[in-house]
């Protein structure tokens, strides 16, 4: 459901969003495709947000943009996915008004 709100919010901004169910499906088409910025939620099956923030940092691009979504507020939690490579961090439920003004700082 939140990667449809956030796929229509994104197209309605300009941009052009592809959508993954998990990360495995996600880095089959980074890997072989240019993107300008990576969205991942921390939590999906078969390969979580963290992980697939490390293979992209590690196998694809060291620069390109990274935010992570997660509905955790641990800041253990938090501090690591900055660590392993993310530009930004936000925490669900979030206002698509500020998602928005996030996406548009990060990829200027």
Do not use: C, W
């Not at 990360?23 to 921390?42: H, K, Q, R, V, W």
């Not at 620069?63 to 490579?85: L, Y």
Request: no cysteine; glycine share 6%; hydrophobic share 45%.
């Amino acid at each position: 459901m939140l990667s449809k709100v956030l796929e229509y919010r994104m197209e309605k901004d300009g941009f052009q969003v592809e959508v993954f169910n998990n990360g495995e499906e996600a880095i089959e088409f980074l890997s072989s495709n240019s993107f300008d910025l990576l969205i991942t939620d921390l939590y999906m099956p078969f390969m979580n947000g963290s992980e697939l923030i490390k293979y992209v940092r590690n196998n694809i691009s060291a620069t390109v943009p990274i935010m992570a979504i997660s509905s955790t507020h641990e800041e253990d939690v938090i501090g690591n996915i900055f660590n392993i490579g993310a530009n930004d961090f936000i925490v669900k439920p979030f206002r698509a008004g500020e998602l928005s003004v996030r996406i548009k700082r990060l990829i200027r």
